[in-house]
C-alpha cells in the first residue's frame, strides 16, 4: 500500500527566513508526486508536480521541491518565506494503477512578520 | 485553469436527517470525480471516486448506505449524507480530473463544512 509522511507537523518561522518541508513516501511503482496549499479559508490549490525528468521542479510563488527516489522523497523549499505563505501544505502521491491521491497528513506554515 | 464548485459550502443540520452536497466542473467536462473528507487538523482522506453513469467506487471503511453518490452528468456530483449523526461532522472535498483514465491531476472544490446537531 502506498503511504505520504510528512514529519512537520508546525512550523514557525519569520519572514525571509528559508523554508524546507519534508515529504516521504512509500511505494515501489512509477510515482506522480505533488504540493497542494491551503490558505486559510481557501480551498486546495496546486503548487508544484513531479512526473518525470528533471527531479528538481519549480512551482508558483517562489516554491521549489527535489525529488529525490533513492530517499523517496520530495522535499518542498523556498529561500525566502513571505508572511503571506501562512497556509496548511500537503504532499500527495498519484498512483498509477488504482488513480488514486494519496495525501500526507500535512504541515501547517506559520509565517510570523 | 479548471475550476470546481461545491455547494453549499457549509450546512448544519440536526441529527437524522439527510444532507446533499453537489460538486460541480464549470469550465471543464469531468468523467470522474472524487470526494475527500477532512477531519480537523488531519489530511484529507479518500472517501470514493465517482464516475459518470456508473456506480461509485468506495474506500474500505466508508459506507455506501451513508455516503450516497450520484455522477449524473459530466459536470455534477452529488454525495448525500444520509440519517446524518454528529459523527459525520466533518469537511467534505471534491475534486475533478480534467480527462479519463491517465490524467493525473485533479482539481479540487472549496469544501462543505457539515456540522450535525
Known amino acids: 500500500a502506498q503511504s505520504v509522511s510528512q514529519h512537520n507537523h508546525h512550523v514557525i518561522l519569520s519572514e525571509a527566513a528559508s523554508l524546507e518541508l519534508g515529504c516521504n513516501y512509500s511505494?515501489?511503482?512509477?510515482?506522480?508526486l505533488f504540493w497542494y496549499v491551503q490558505y486559510p479559508g481557501q480551498h486546495l490549490q496546486l503548487l508544484l508536480k513531479y512526473f518525470s525528468g528533471d527531479p528538481l521542479v519549480k512551482g508558483i510563488k517562489g516554491f521549489e521541491a527535489e525529488f529525490i527516489k533513492s530517499k523517496f522523497s520530495f522535499n518542498l523549499r523556498k529561500p525566502s518565506v513571505q508572511w503571506s505563505d501562512t497556509a496548511e501544505y500537503f504532499c500527495?502521491?498519484?498512483?498509477?494503477?488504482?488513480?488514486?491521491?494519496?495525501f500526507g497528513t500535512g504541515t501547517r506554515l506559520t509565517i510570523i512578520p | 485553469g479548471a475550476v470546481v464548485s461545491q455547494h453549499p459550502s457549509r450546512v448544519i443540520c440536526k441529527s437524522g436527517t439527510s444532507v446533499k452536497i453537489e460538486c460541480r466542473s464549470l469550465?471543464?467536462?469531468?468523467?470522474?470525480m472524487f470526494w475527500y473528507r477532512q477531519f480537523p487538523k488531519q489530511s484529507l482522506m479518500l472517501m470514493a471516486t465517482?464516475?459518470?453513469?456508473?456506480?461509485?467506487?468506495?474506500e474500505q471503511g466508508v459506507e455506501k448506505d451513508k455516503f450516497l453518490i450520484n455522477h449524473a452528468s459530466l459536470t455534477l456530483s452529488t454525495l448525500t449524507v444520509t440519517s446524518a449523526h454528529p459523527e459525520d461532522s466533518s469537511f467534505y472535498i471534491c475534486?475533478?480530473?480534467?480527462?479519463?483514465?491517465?490524467?493525473?491531476?485533479?482539481?479540487f472544490g472549496p469544501g462543505t463544512r457539515l456540522t450535525v446537531l
Open positions: 475534486s475533478a480530473r480534467d480527462g479519463g483514465a491517465g490524467v493525473v491531476e485533479q482539481f
Open positions: 469550465d471543464f467536462q469531468a468523467t470522474t
Open positions: 511505494y515501489g511503482g512509477t510515482v506522480n
Open positions: 500527495a502521491l498519484h498512483n498509477f494503477g488504482n488513480e488514486k491521491l494519496t
Open positions: 465517482s464516475n459518470e453513469g456508473s456506480k461509485a467506487t468506495y
